[in-house]
């Protein structure tokens, strides 16, 4: 996009040498016209909203770009001054290489991710984890927040996984079956008894049967039952096509929500290796 930043300098020159030379005190042809709502119209749409969110240029030298396009957008109506053409191509051009492309050239190739999703992740230590999750801010980075969204819940599904590893594989068998039998309470709908043998055993049982069977077992109560049901359809969305957006509101929602209820809950703490 920068390449794109430095054309839109070169074309508002070229505007105002064609405006400069006009004979005229009101600009009347239509291609002068056209060019300069083309122009607007372009650093409005496309350049400033993306210089917004991939830099970190001050909102109020930003504001003042998009109030001089604005003025420009205006005057490409039929009949304008000349002068005020030249006194807004002016205030665009004068500081346009200092306080928009030198910025830009010289901040790194891609930015901090939010500092709020930072905080979030910050402290989970645990080695294999961290792989994910660190996989899982670069993803971030890059805004690519499907890629993030099942990077996360790759770190927290393994630690459930683990957990129940270290708990004993046979008691998670043993409450399927026992969640399997109910005929009416809670659990009255659930039909699928596991008899794993193994943590890769376990790994090949569907995410959402493992998220029942855990607040069966009492790690998670009902309500963190639904936020983390909540979190697996996410990462579903993020992992099939569809057109359900991800945000980076939505970013930060998941993450709290699996630090809190899984990777910093003492329930899924495991023993020091």
Not at 10 to 22: D, G, H, N, Q
Not at 82 to 88: A, D, L
Request: aromatic content about 6%; hydrophobic content about 40%.
């Amino acid at each position: 996009m920068l390449n794109e930043i430095r054309q839109m300098q070169v074309r508002l020159r070229v505007l105002r040498k064609a405006i400069r030379a006009e004979q005229r005190e009101q600009i009347a042809k239509i291609d002068l016209r056209n060019k300069a709502e083309e122009l607007a119209s372009s650093w409005l749409k496309e350049l400033q909203p993306w210089i917004n969110q991939n830099s970190s240029l001050a909102a109020e030298v930003l504001d003042s770009y998009k109030s001089a396009f604005q003025r420009l957008l205006k005057l490409s109506a039929p009949n304008n001054r000349k002068k005020s053409y030249i006194e807004t191509l002016d205030l665009i051009l004068k500081h346009f290489r200092q306080d928009l492309i030198l910025p830009i050239q010289s901040q790194p190739d891609t930015l901090p991710s939010s500092p709020l999703l930072v905080t979030v992740v910050q402290g989970l230590a645990d080695p294999i984890e961290d792989e994910y999750l660190k996989e899982a801010i670069e993803c971030a980075r890059h805004k690519l927040y499907r890629g993030a969204v099942v990077l996360g819940w790759c770190a927290a599904i393994d630690r459930i996984h683990r957990k129940i590893d270290n708990i004993g594989i046979d008691k998670f068998n043993v409450m399927s079956s026992s969640m399997a039998s109910q005929k009416k309470g809670k659990f009255k709908r659930f039909s699928s008894p596991q008899n794993v043998g193994s943590l890769s055993e376990l790994r090949e049982v569907f995410d959402n049967i493992i998220l029942r069977v855990i607040e069966g077992m009492q790690l998670i109560d009902g309500n963190q039952y639904t936020r983390l049901r909540s979190c697996f359809e996410m990462r579903c969305h993020s992992s099939h096509p569809g057109d359900a957006p991800i945000t980076e509101f939505n970013l930060l929602s998941f993450f709290s929500d699996i630090r809190e209820i899984v990777l910093a809950n003492p329930s899924f703490a495991l023993p020091a290796s």
